[in-house]
Nanobody
């Protein structure tokens, strides 16, 4: 059974930093795209950062230069370092592992990040 468990969310003030972690079990990250998404109230879920299966990193326009994604294939874990947080970064953050071939995608349960002004 595949499980993705996020941790590290919380309440911070604008300008501060947080580090989110996602621990996976029952799955490997090799040859898979992994990503962080977020969803704010009343808004659609959006991609924040991802690492493709070839190792390329991509970031959403609103977080580029402030956020950094990393992963450890051996530990089957990924992190999202978030610096200079802004109130508009407030959302539930989800880790995501993409399917291989005809398999399925996997989502974590989400962790709340709240940034006060």
């Amino acid at each position: 059974q595949v499980q993705l468990v996020e941790s590290g969310g919380g309440l911070v003030q604008a300008g501060e930093s947080l580090r989110l972690s996602c621990a996976a079990s029952g799955i490997t990250f090799s040859s898979r795209l992994v990503a962080w998404y977020r969803q704010a109230p009343g808004k659609q879920r959006e991609m924040v950062a991802r690492i493709t299966s070839s190792g390329s990193e991509n970031y959403g326009d609103s977080v580029a230069g402030r956020f950094s994604i990393s992963k450890d294939n051996a530990k089957v874990a990924m992190n999202l370092q978030m610096n200079n947080l802004k109130p508009e970064d407030t959302a539930v953050y989800y880790c995501f592992v993409a399917r291989i071939g005809s398999g399925r995608d996997y989502w974590g349960q989400g962790t709340q990040v709240t940034v006060s002004s």
